[in-house]
Every structure is written in structure tokens, then in C-alpha cells.
């Protein structure tokens, strides 16, 4: 089991970055995919991007692609999420989630532990 808590949100202007961070608990945390999520108010939550469990592969939705980039330290137990290049239409609330799978899923079902949640929000 694994428990994770995120990091890393706040107010930003729209073009600035932001870097959230995800910190697990559990001394198998390597074993696990790790994906981040988001919200936005009023809609599902929906893939961001994720990352296999010793960094050879990430998966990222087209929508951040070039501007996101994932990526854990597996001795620090803690993954990242360097967001540049921030635009209104990312405000939202972000999750990571941790899988057992290897695979880089997309879906929410795919994920069994979840962090609580940080806001970020981009003013245009």
C-alpha cells in the first residue's frame, strides 16, 4: 500500500510554471506506475501524464505535451510534474495516483491509491 500527498499548487499568470510534487509513502514505492490527474470545476477528471516505475517511459495527454514534463526520484519516493507554458484552460484540481501495473494507463479505474489533491489556477 501506498499513500501519497501532493504539492506544489497555487496562483500563477498565464505563460509562468509551476512544479508540483507528489510524495509517497512505503518502501515499494519503485514498484509502482505513477500517474497525475485533473480536475477542472464542473468536469471529469482526466489523464495528465504518467510515468513507469524506473522513468524509461512516460505517457502525456496531447494537451500538455511539450509543455509537461513527469518525472520521479525513486530514492526521494516523490514524483514531479513541471508544468511551463501555463494556460487558463489548466486550472484545475490536480491528483497523482499510483498503479501496480506496469502499464502507463489513461483511465481513472486503473489507478488503487490517490493523493487528496492541489489546486492550480492560471489567470489569463
Known amino acids: 500500500q501506498v499513500q501519497l500527498v501532493e504539492s506544489g499548487g497555487g496562483l500563477v499568470q498565464a505563460g509562468g510554471s509551476l512544479r508540483l510534487s507528489c510524495a509517497a509513502s512505503g518502501r515499494t514505492f519503485s514498484s509502482y506506475s505513477v500517474a497525475w490527474f485533473r480536475q477542472p470545476p464542473g468536469k471529469e477528471r482526466a489523464f495528465v501524464a504518467a510515468?513507469?516505475?524506473?522513468?524509461?517511459?512516460?505517457r502525456y495527454a496531447d494537451s500538455v505535451k511539450g509543455r509537461f514534463t513527469i518525472s520521479r526520484d525513486n530514492a526521494k519516493t516523490t514524483v514531479y510534474l513541471q508544468m511551463n507554458s501555463l494556460r487558463p484552460e489548466d486550472t484545475a484540481a490536480y491528483y497523482c495516483?499510483?498503479?501496480?501495473?506496469?502499464?502507463?494507463?489513461?483511465?481513472?479505474?486503473?489507478?488503487?491509491?490517490w493523493g487528496q489533491g492541489t489546486q492550480v489556477t492560471v489567470s489569463s
Open positions: 495516483a499510483a498503479s501496480n501495473s506496469y502499464l502507463l494507463a489513461i483511465t481513472n479505474t486503473a489507478y488503487d491509491y
Open positions: 510515468v513507469s516505475r524506473n522513468s524509461d517511459s512516460t
